[in-house]
Structure formats: structure tokens, C-alpha cells
RNA sequence: GCUCCCAUAGCUCAGUAGGUAGAGUGCAUCCAUGGUAAGGAUGAGGUCACCGGUUCGAAUCCGGUUGGGAGCUCCA
């Protein structure tokens, strides 16, 4: 019987019945046979040696593709299996899952001794034997009965439990290569000589199922790619983004520092503080433009202010608490209920709204001591936090509004970001009708502006829907900062209301939002995003006037205050060093300008002007040279 | 919080048979007075994170505590 075979570029091509993608491939060209790894057939990605018993529509996969790669990468993560259990024994290692992940692979897997790196280079030899011997990987369907006898007789408790928590119906199949097996979906790789270039990275543990009352496994991480060059390129970047660590480079730079005596709370050294007070100053002057009121409000308030809010039941696990008089206090992990009491101060007409309010809010936050990660993840930390109480139509225009102003914030900083939608979660606080109400509101405003997102079902804060913008940092992971959350709660909790048209009392809506999110995590990221060589109107020292000796003390001095006067801020090294030696350590601390004195340039009242990534751009006087500095730190580039 | 790893001079790190510590850099002093990424000499600087144990003797071995790292979980 002949089927019909439908191929990508819309040619129709007639086949026996029961052939397979291998064969396929052949027919069109040997180069494609040789590449092919997997098929789609419908769109569903199968194995290379799957038979096709109908007409359908056929892929050839390679490991050009997104889906070849994986595939690739899978068998990569059994092949790491298999050679773990030849080393360590077929039962002693039970196997979790193994999956893909987006620059590799991982598997979980249960073994009783700790694995250490030098077991990974045990283990990356023995995956090396297993390609020579070009094992070939094959499927098999197994019925439920029959895969629990399979890993009953492995001992697998692991793969058991898999096994029994699969939908009814669903089949079963088996990987084989040679006398490695697994319970796989699959697809794979023809045979383990395909694989060619991997890499076994590091080993942590991880809960099994990521819960953590179950057992806590072993979870290898590796990393696997078609062609060594690309390996090596990526083990590179891996090296690369090292360097970039923002807390290398913030000891390095002396931004900021951290103590024992407060676990996951940074201390801003001065030049931090510099870096600081500009990203507060710039994003202050948007929002003054915005017609944003900055506030500031206490760090502790009364524990029943947090029962009010519903901070206390939904998130006390988190918070510090204190006693003082005889009273219970509460450290704020948020600014919210500060600015409620603020709107409660006054009475408040329609006419007076939108209210915006603002604040430099510092908050507290007890985290895990296993979840501090430098600036990225800590204990107290300062959010750019505003509220805005607006009317029911005002809602779509207002969260318009900063949408534009975060888009422009990060514009300026040159950062991708992506757009998450978060519905309504589990623990939710209110009327589902009033989510639903919201939850529109924001998707007709990203509509509206034509701006691409994802929805995350279920991950909303606890009193409403929130739009969040993740941005992506220097080592390719991705950092929530901005986001925007519709509260219809918070103005019930706390009996807001305005004056209407009508002399009635009505409630208004709280809209909470942030740009940076966390100004420290902000600082962390930039860290890592511009490798310490922040653009002129972040860096904490601009110039740096560098004498070619201490002969030129006197006009070097005159030169350092004629800047500072300028309002730029400059240093001058007057220490009895040599030139080459100034500009080395000016180039270590990356200071985007360096303004060399010697006989020649006090003689003509010059300067001779070394920026940071061009080196020498020769000889200017005072004044251009300070309007050269100020324009670079106008233009934030 | 949990699992594994780590903690030596301000910083980056040696110290791999248990015999009370070393380099580079930085710092101080002196010499050298110089033109775009490191001139030379001398010197100061350490309860080897903390507490306890084993031992004649512990930076080194064992236990605990604190802090850090890689993850798990949660979030900004």
C-alpha cells in the first residue's frame, strides 16, 4: 500500500506504508540521512526509526533545529545514566527524570555516596567509551503491568512511582542501548556514536519532585552540543559571565560589601552610594514630570496594621517582627499599607484622582539563608514602590502610562525585557469576579499596545493580577524587576474611599507598580550587564586627572576644581607614581575618563584626553573637554 | 530551611605524610622624577572564621556553630 507523505516545502512524495523517517530522509538526499536524528510526523517529534503506516505530514529533524538539539541533549542525559550506573552499580543508582533544559541537560538521580567533581571526569570518560562503542538506541511500547515488573526488578522506587502516577492510557515505551534501558517518552538519537561533544558541569542536590518533604537526590547538570567549537564557545561564555560576577566586580570596584553581622543585607560603600543616588534621581525625575508625590513612611508599624492588610496571614513567614512597650511591631516587607494610611490622612475628591504616590521604600524580607545570592537575592533591599488610587476608568490609561515609563527606563540601560502576565493564584484574597475584572483590564491594555506576553496561570500576588517585565541579564538568566498589580483588596481592607460626582462615598483602585523592582538587585544586574564599566552618569568617579609627575601638582589641582566645579565628578592622582602605572590602575577601576598633565598640556592650557574603550583621543582645552564629559553624561550612553 | 562543597595577611591564593605559616598584590618608608596598562629596595601586617574533641603536638583529623558558594523551594 502507498501512502502519501506531505514534506515542509508542500512536495508530496509517495511511500510504501510502514517507512520510516530514516528512509524518508534517504530518498531526499544521503547528506539528510546521514544529519537526521528525528522526525516530526504531525508535528509530533519521533524517533528516526518510526514507522509510518498513513499519509501524513513529515519533518526531517536535524540538529540544525530547536527539537534536534533536545533530542540530542536527551540522549546525552541517558548516556550520562548509563555510565553512571556501569560505574556504580545497575541497582545502587536509581534514576529520577532527566530532562532538557534550556542550555543542557540534568538528571536526578538517587546513589548513596556524594558525587564529586572528580567522579564527573569518572563518569565524562565512561560516556566518552560508550559513543566508541556506538550503541544503538532503540524503542520498545511496554505495558503498564509489565514496566512495573521491569523497575519492581530494578528496585527503582524512583521510576515506580513515575510509572503509577502516568494518566491511564498512556503508552509506555522503553529506551534501550545495549544494556542500559530507561523509561523514556523519547525521542532519541539512532545510536550513542551521534553524540559528540559534552560536558558534565556540576552536582546538587534537589528534591525529588521539587518538594521538599520528599527525598533529596543527587542532580547532575550537563551541557551537550553538536560540534566541539560550540561546546568550547559556550563553556567560554560560562567563563566570561564568571568574570562578570556582580559580586567579583562589586569587591573589585568597591560598590558595595557584605558582613557577618547581617547575613543578605548589603553595606554601600561610597562608590555604590554614588551608583545609587543616580538610578534614584533618575527615575525620581520621571515620575516628578509624571506628577508622582514621593513619600517616605516608617520602617515599623504596628502588628495590626499587617493583620489589616492581610500581610500578616499571607506572607508572616517572611517577615521580622518586634516588641517593644508591650506592643507588637512589624518590620515592613512592603510599602503598601504606608501609603494607604497616607491616602486615609485626607479626604479625597474625584476630581483630585489619580494620586500617585512614591517612595524609596526600604523593605525587609527574612528570605532562606540558602536563597541569598549577593545583590540578586537578599534581606532588605529598596524598592522604587509607587501606588496610584485612581478611578475605575482610569485604570486601562494609568497602567498605559507605565507601561511608556518603564519601557523608556529601560531603553535607557539598553535592556531586552519580556512581559508576563500572572493570573489569579491558589491562596487568593477576594471576590473571583472583581480577578476577572482585572485580570481583563491588564490584558486590554497589553492588547491595546500591541505588546507580545506570556500568561503565567496562578501566579498573581495574593490581593491581585499583576503584568511583570523581566529583563535579561549578562549571564542569560532572566530577573523580574518591573511590575504592575491591579488591587481591589487593599481598598477594601482598609475602607478607601473618594468623594464622587454624586457626594457619594466610592471606593477607588490601588494600583501598585515598580520599575527597578529592587534598586539593589537593580545595581547587581547593571553590574553584571555593563561588567563593571558603568556608562559615564553611573560611574562613581567620571575623570581622573593623572599628572605625569608631581611637577604639575598646582595646575593639575586647578584643573580637578574646575571640573568639580563643572559638577563631574573627578579625582586627581597626585601620588609620586609613573604615568604608566596611573593609567593602569584609572583603567582597572574603569573610569570612563582619564585626563593626562604634562609640560606640553600646562603650557597650552590642554588636557590630553584618554576615554575608557577608545585610549588616547588627543589634546583639547579645559572648557571642551568639560563639555565633552557633561554631554557624554547628559546623553546616559 | 534542606543536600553537597568551601573558609589561611585588606585582596587573590600556595601550604597534598599532623611538628605553631608563605607568595603575589595592596599598605608604610626610602631611592628613582617619569608621556598613555605594573621602576627598585626595605619593612609592617595572620589567635589559619568561631567553639569543642582526638593527639606529646592541629591551619591540617573529628564534631558543632557562623558565614559564603552550587542547587532545591519561594519571590523583587
Redesign the pocket.
Known amino acids: 500500500m502507498l501512502i502519501q507523505i506531505t514534506l515542509p516545502d508542500g512536495a508530496v512524495r509517495e511511500y510504501a506504508s510502514g517507512t520510516t523517517i530514516e528512509a524518508i530522509a534517504e530518498s531526499i538526499s544521503p547528506g539528510l540521512r546521514k544529519n537526521a536524528i528525528a522526525g516530526k510526523l504531525n508535528g509530533k517529534v519521533v524517533d528516526v526509526y518510526h514507522p509510518i503506516e498513513e499519509s501524513a505530514a513529515v519533518e526531517i529533524v536535524t540538529l540544525d533545529s530547536k527539537d534536534g538539539l533536545e533530542v540530542y541533549r536527551h540522549s546525552t542525559a541517558h548516556l550520562m545514566a548509563q555510565a553512571i550506573k556501569r560505574i556504580y552499580g545497575n541497582k545502587e543508582v536509581k534514576l529520577g527524570i532527566g530532562p532538557v533544559i534550556e542550555d543542557g541537560f540534568y538528571y536526578d538521580i538517587d546513589i548513596v555516596n556524594?558525587l564529586?567533581p572528580e567522579d564527573l571526569k569518572k563518569i565524562e570518560k565512561e560516556m566518552e567509551r560508550i559513543i566508541q562503542e556506538n550503541l544503538p538506541i532503540s524503542r520498545r511500547v511496554i505495558s503498564r503491568e509489565k514496566a512495573l515488573q521491569i523497575f519492581g526488578d530494578l528496585e527503582d522506587p524512583l521510576k515506580l512511582e513515575l510509572i503509577n502516577d502516568l494518566p491511564e492510557g498512556v503508552e509506555l515505551t522503553i529506551y534501550d542501548q545495549g544494556e542500559f534501558f530507561d523509561l523514556c517518552r523519547g525521542p532519541h538519537l539512532p545510536s550513542t556514536g551521534r553524540i559528540k561533544a559534552f560536558k558534565l558541569l556540576?552536582?546538587?542536590?534537589?528534591?525529588w519532585r521539587?518538594?521538599?518533604d520528599n527525598k533529596?537526590l543527587?542532580?547532575i547538570?550537563g551541557t551537550a552540543f553538536p560540534k566541539k567549537a560550540q561546546l568550547d564557545e559556550h563553556l567560554h561564555f560560562l567563563e566570561e559571565a564568571k568574570k562578570r560576577d556582580h559580586?567579583?566586580l562589586g569587591?573589585?570596584l568597591k560598590l558595595f560589601m557584605?558582613s557577618?553581622e547581617a547575613?543578605?543585607m548589603p553595606f554601600y560603600l561610597p562608590n555604590g552610594t554614588t551608583l545609587r543616588n543616580e538610578l534614584e534621581q533618575f527615575a525620581r525625575r520621571l515620575q516628578i514630570e509624571r506628577e508622582y508625590k514621593e513619600v517616605r513612611t516608617p520602617f515599623i508599624m504596628n502588628q495590626r496594621l499587617w493583620e489589616q492588610s492581610g500581610h500578616w496571614e499571607h506572607y508572616h513567614e517572611?517577615m521580622y517582627f518586634t516588641e517593644v512597650d508591650d506592643n507588637k511591631f512589624a518590620l515592613k516587607p512592603m510599602n503598601c499599607p504606608g501609603h494607604m494610611l497616607i491616602y486615609k490622612n485626607d479626604l479625597h475628591s474625584y476630581r483630585e484622582l489619580p494620586i500617585r504616590i512614591a517612595e524609596f521604600g526600604q523593605v525587609h524580607?527574612h528570605?532562606?539563608?540558602?536563597?541569598?545570592?549577593?545583590m540578586?537575592?537578599?534581606?532588605t533591599?529598596c524598592?522604587d514602590d509607587a501606588h496610584l488610587f485612581v478611578l475605575p476608568s482610569q485604570i486601562e490609561e494609568e497602567i498605559s502610562k507605565v507601561i511608556s515609563l518603564i519601557d523608556l527606563i529601560y531603553q535607557v540601560f539598553g535592556f531586552s525585557y519580556r512581559v508576563e502576565l500572572s493570573t489569579r493564584?491558589e491562596d487568593s484574597m477576594g471576590d473571583p469576579a472583581l480577578w476577572d475584572q482585572a485580570e481583563t483590564a491588564l490584558k486590554n491594555v497589553l492588547d491595546a499596545k500591541g505588546i507580545a506576553y506570556r500568561v503565567n496561570e496562578g501566579?498573581g500576588?495574593f490581593y491581585g493580577p499583576?503584568i511583570?517585565f523581566h529583563i535579561l541579564d549578562a549571564l542569560k538568566r532572566s530577573?523580574?524587576?518591573?511590575?504592575i498589580q491591579l488591587d481591589f483588596q487593599m481598598p477594601e481592607k482598609f475602607d478607601l474611599n473618594y468623594v464622587g460626582e454624586d457626594n457619594q462615598k466610592h471606593r477607588p483602585v490601588v494600583i501598585h507598580r515598580?520599575v527597578y523592582?529592587?534598586i539593589?538587585?537593580f545595581i547587581g544586574i547593571l553590574t553584571e550587564h555593563y561588567a563593571g564599566a558603568f556608562p559615564a552618569w553611573l560611574s562613581p568617579v567620571q575623570a581622573k586627572v593623572i599628572p605625569?609627575?608631581?611637577?604639575f601638582e598646582g595646575y593639575v589641582t586647578e584643573v580637578t576644581e574646575k571640573l568639580l566645579a563643572a559638577g563631574i565628578r573627578v579625582e586627581a592622582d597626585q601620588r609620586?607614581?609613573?604615568?604608566?602605572?596611573k593609567?593602569?590602575e584609572a583603567?582597572?577601576e574603569k573610569i570612563p575618563f582619564?585626563l593626562?598633565?604634562?609640560?606640553?598640556?600646562r603650557s597650552s592650557d590642554t588636557l590630553?584626553v584618554?576615554k575608557r574603550g577608545e585610549?588616547?583621543i588627543g589634546?583639547h582645552d579645559i572648557d571642551a573637554t568639560i563639555q565633552m564629559i557633561l554631554q557624554e553624561i547628559r546623553n546616559k550612553a
Do not use: H
Request: aromatic share 8%; with cysteine.
Open positions: 556524594p564529586t556540576s552536582v546538587a542536590g534537589a528534591y521539587g518538594n521538599s533529596m543527587q542532580r547538570y559580586r567579583k569587591k573589585e557584605f557577618d547575613p543578605g517572611n524580607r528570605e532562606f539563608s540558602g536563597a541569598l545570592n549577593g540578586m537575592r537578599v534581606r533591599f524598592q493564584p501566579d500576588a499583576k511583570d530577573w523580574q524587576c518591573g511590575t515598580a523592582g529592587s539593589d538587585r605625569v609627575s608631581i611637577a609620586n607614581e609613573k604615568l604608566g602605572y593609567i593602569r583603567q582597572l582619564m593626562v598633565i604634562g609640560e606640553n598640556e590630553s584618554r585610549g588616547d589634546t
